[in-house]
């Protein structure tokens, strides 16, 4: 039986580090930030995803196999968290300029990757293996959580582009924003598991790569400006 410090070491693990990646998140979105409460709430939900994921992700074990396994894990994955962020931050009144959403699917990505990363903690830490323990942390640190983090903000950026224009629109947006993501994803999961210890960090690298461009593309989103009067009429 798992004892209860060694749940608490591995809920600090993986808490820990993705608010620490919150916390650079959020300082990035100064200009005009959301209530602290409601990203509470988006971080919390993102962990309560992960329960509700697992049992649909083994259904899909049991189900299927080989390439198919992989790229449903990640649609469950991200079609979870884009459906979580809707229900419960996406539709509200915050929510009020295009950087929110790449700010909340973020926020949810980060909880979701927290609860995950102190379930991968648990196995080590339970057999006393405190090393592998904190090299499964700080692989995930640099890794897993980044991935969540890139392909959750994928689907936000597609929200926030598109936040000004007609419904239509942003559905289109939305979809091609979910689809990029999972592939990113996928890609992600199947280098990993195919990569059998070797080139993981160039896997790494490249998820790095992606947040670089992700970052350039939230600076982009920053200067977005409601349209003008106009144009507002033109929308359906």
């Known amino acids: 039986m798992i004892s209860t410090q060694t749940l608490l070491y591995a809920l600090l693990g993986g808490v820990l580090p993705a608010l620490l990646w919150l916390w650079f998140w959020l300082k990035e979105d ?4 959301e209530p602290r409460g409601l990203i509470l709430f988006a971080f919390l939900i993102g962990g309560l995803l992960v329960p509700l994921v697992i ?10 196999s080989g390439v198919l396994v992989i790229i449903l894990w990640a649609v469950l994955e991200e079609v979870f968290k884009y459906v979580g962020a809707w229900l419960s931050v996406l539709k509200r009144k915050a929510m009020n300029e295009p950087v929110d959403a790449v ?3 973020v926020t949810v990505a980060l909880g979701f990757s927290a609860l995950e990363n102190a379930l991968f903690l648990l196995n080590p830490l ?5 090393i592998d323990g904190f090299l499964t942390g700080n692989l995930r640190f640099f890794g ?3 991935l969540h983090v890139l392909s959750s903000a994928t689907i936000g950026v597609a929200l926030a582009l598109s936040f000004y224009k007609s ?5 289109l947006f939305l979809l091609c ?10 890609v992600f999961n199947f280098l990993i598991i195919n990569s059998n210890g070797e080139n993981i960090f160039l896997v790494f690298l490249g998820v790095w790569c992606g947040v670089i461009v992700l970052i350039l593309l939230f600076e982009k989103i920053k200067r977005i400006k409601k349209p003008s009067f106009s144009n507002l009429k033109n929308r359906k």
């Open 144 to 146: 897993a959580t980044l």
């Open 167 to 171: 419904k239509k629109t942003k559905r």
């Open 103 to 105: 700010i909340y699917m």
């Open 177 to 186: 924003g979910l689809i990029l993501a999972i592939i990113l994803h996928t």
């Open 30 to 33: 100064k200009r005009c930030p």
């Open 55 to 64: 049992p649909a992700q083994k259904w899909v074990m049991g189900t299927f």
């Open 126 to 130: 339970s057999v006393g293996q405190f």
